[in-house]
């Protein structure tokens, strides 16, 4: 049985397939169209409907929209109460439109484009994908609308490793949660508790990165990098708003950031010690509140296994908290934790409550994000030598490669399936060596970013418990891990001002090519490290073509582009 997973209420649009419980492929919106996070969050933007990425998840299975069996979007309006929840969030009109913002006036038309969404998904497509997407059928005898935060939570239960889990969700919001409490037993999954708007700590964090001159529902992670360069001066002014309850509730009072700290920076302000603290602040607060969350919610399960999924669960530090701190042996992480991973959620939520045998559990453990497009060294060729491109076969890729970083070079790394999910994990990368400390610069000039943003470390699974302390096995680059004392010095470039780094751990198994290049850069410099960075440019999506990798590559001071078995070089 083929079900697809639709994510397209709010943003970082997706398409998921599920075959019998195993994943088929997965792809977000913005890799096909260039449009960051496929869409805004405005709520007369929801007839956006991925179907590029529907249509990739198609093609990879070699079907057409009229093979699906069922389909499953990860929003239920059925599950708002429009005069409670919508016009409870009454905005004056000179208010920018947020996900959160949704109100009277909006919210009906917000409601019908979700309810249309399978007319529109049948009739709406663009030409040029009709082949697999035209002569659908009756969509809505195959359609199923799933609650935004169980989508969530069954993208992190389902594909962990866990036989059983208690699973916490946190997001901006859903149809009217912005919290959810779970708990997952083999092919169940039972909801204990939520949160409901008003009270988000989502929403929280977009107010104040707007506040500090960020898009919001977007740049969200720059403001985690912000707050190393702070300290918790401002940290009791939010811990006046926030108040936990020993219920696993939270309520945040209503407050204005201007009143607090004057007028908020702008976009192309210079950054002061003010921002850096409020940052910092608002971070410290986060990790406060959310290890209360965690606690009532071990109390309520008594359970080792923690899964969280929600865009908030892709804020490493805080992740790394509840991990050295919290009650939880072990914490799993759905890699596109954000509104993406909705997508595959939903479509496991209907896999198992359709077809879930209640003998044996649910297997569709992700080991790896490697569920996006891919192409071939013929297809790779044929582009290069049409576009007229100066290319040159490798004998020995990840060897010859690790030559090249062993020079201080910085390579575009472009190999096998895409990754789902926000982070580059050694498909669609950049990579460089860590030994000088000169490279964080090199990069976030090369990239056009802002000077305080980190890069993170690739290390060999066999080797990360020797460079950074009580380092575990971390694949999807979701936690951060203090880099050991007496290896400092050897990988400056990755190591942020606090002691830190986001670090992604990689074996044999999961990228083989990959791995291999590591190693062999290890055998040059005794170092088993490289500094891995998405391969994009400041405001485009990581790229997804043949033809985006290489437009990005002659557009920006790279040295040489990997891909495939293939090297341009400047």
Known sequence: MYILGINAAFHDTAAAL???????????????????????????????????????CLKTAGITMKEVDRIAYSFDPEGVNESSVYEDDLLSDTEVLAAADVYNGWDTLFLNYIRKAPEQLRDGYPHHLQKRLSNAGNLNEKWAFVNHHVAHAASAFFPSPFEQAAVLTLDGRGEKATTGYFIGQGNSLVQLSSVDMPHSLGMLYEKITTY??????????????????????????????????????????????????????????????????????????????????????????????LCMAGGVALNCVMNAVIRDYGPFKNVWIQPAAGDAGTALGAAQWLDVSLNGSKESRYTAEMNHVYWG???????????????????????????????????????????????????????????????HPDMQARLNNIKDREDFRPVAPVILEEDADEWFEDARVSPFMLFVFPVKDEKANQIPAVRHTDGTARVQTINQDQHPLYYDLIKEFKALTGVPVLVNTSFNTRGEPIVCTPRDAIECFWTSPFDALIINSFILEK
């Not at 195993?22 to 996070?37: D, G, L, N, S, V």
Request: no cysteine; aromatic share 12%.
């Open 373 to 435: 497009p891919e192409y071939s060294d013929d297809d790779i060729e044929k582009f290069m030598i049409w576009a007229k491109m100066p290319y040159k076969r490798l004998t020995d890729v990840a060897k010859e490669t690790a030559a090249i970083l062993a020079q201080d070079k910085i390579i575009a790394w472009y190999q096998g399936r895409m990754e789902f999910g926000p982070r580059s994990l050694g498909s669609r990368s950049i990579l460089a060596s860590p030994i």
């Open 212 to 305: 500090l001159g960020f898009l919001h529902s977007s740049d969200e992670y720059k403001v985690m990098a912000l707050a190393s360069y702070g300290k918790p001066v401002y940290l009791d002014d939010f811990r006046s708003v926030i108040h936990v309850g020993n219920d696993g509730q939270y309520t945040i009072d209503e407050f204005e950031p201007e009143a607090w700290w004057g007028r908020g920076r702008k976009k192309d302000d210079p950054f002061e010690q003010l921002h850096h603290d409020i940052a910092h602040s608002l971070q410290k607060a986060l990790e406060e509140t959310v290890l209360k969350l965690v606690n009532w919610l071990h109390k309520q399960t008594n359970m080792d296994n």
């Open 18 to 56: 599920v075959k019998d419980g195993k994943i088929i492929a997965a792809a977000e919106e913005e890799r096909f169209t260039h449009i960051k996070h496929g869409k805004r969050p405005v709520p007369f933007s929801t007839w956006e409907l991925p179907f590029h990425a529907i249509d990739y």
